[in-house]
């Protein structure tokens, strides 16, 4: 009788060991698919493209409009003078 309880918990622990050993060999499965899979990447760096593109044109069109607005009161003071 004892020996019989002893090996139905033996065999419950290794089935429990053997699903816990299955579940993580998927999720290392997973991981490594997860990690060589690169279809996000590329929108990613598009994106990342885009955002450095847009603060250098950003940063290009205010450093132009502050010297045309320079330029522009130039101008207006020298046709003042000469009016």
């Not at 020996?3 to 699903?19: K, L, N, P, R, W």
Request: aromatic letters at 4%; glycine letters at 6%.
């Amino acid at each position: 009788m004892f020996v019989a309880e002893v090996e139905e918990v033996i065999g419950a622990v290794s089935a429990s060991t053997a699903i816990r050993k299955n579940a993580m060999t998927n999720v290392m499965i997973r991981l490594r698919a997860l990690l060589r899979d690169d279809q996000g990447q590329d929108l990613t760096e598009y994106g990342l493209l885009a955002c450095l593109i847009s603060v250098v044109a950003i940063t290009a069109i205010g450093e132009l409009g502050t010297q045309l607005n320079t330029l522009w009161n130039d101008i207006i003071t020298v046709v003042k003078d000469f009016l």
